[in-house]
């Protein structure tokens, strides 16, 4: 039995797990256009280009990038691969 007052706290699963992922995300980098030749120009998720000078997440796993606010999303919702080729970001734990 909870005494009274007590606040029980509960969190979608997922959410421990994502926030591990996004620990082993590499750092968020800005995307330059005069870097990308023959590269990634858009997110797979929105299928809009990047922007010059825009924020962008790298997963880490493989060479693929995202908008960040979407990869977090896709991560928050208990994903650990990359949308695009299914590669796990491993995740070390200590």
Request: aromatic share 10%; charged share 20%.
């Amino acid at each position: 039995m909870l005494a009274r007052g007590t606040i029980i706290l509960s969190f979608a699963p997922g959410v421990d797990n994502a926030r591990l992922v996004m620990r082993a995300l590499p750092p968020i980098t800005c995307f330059h256009d005069y870097e990308t030749i023959g590269s990634q120009r858009d997110c797979p998720i929105c299928i809009e280009e990047f922007k010059n000078e825009e924020l962008i997440q790298p997963f880490g796993a493989c060479v693929h990038e995202f908008h960040s606010s979407y990869l977090i999303s896709w991560l928050l919702d208990g994903k650990s691969t990359c949308l695009v080729c299914c590669k796990e970001l491993s995740i070390t734990m200590y």
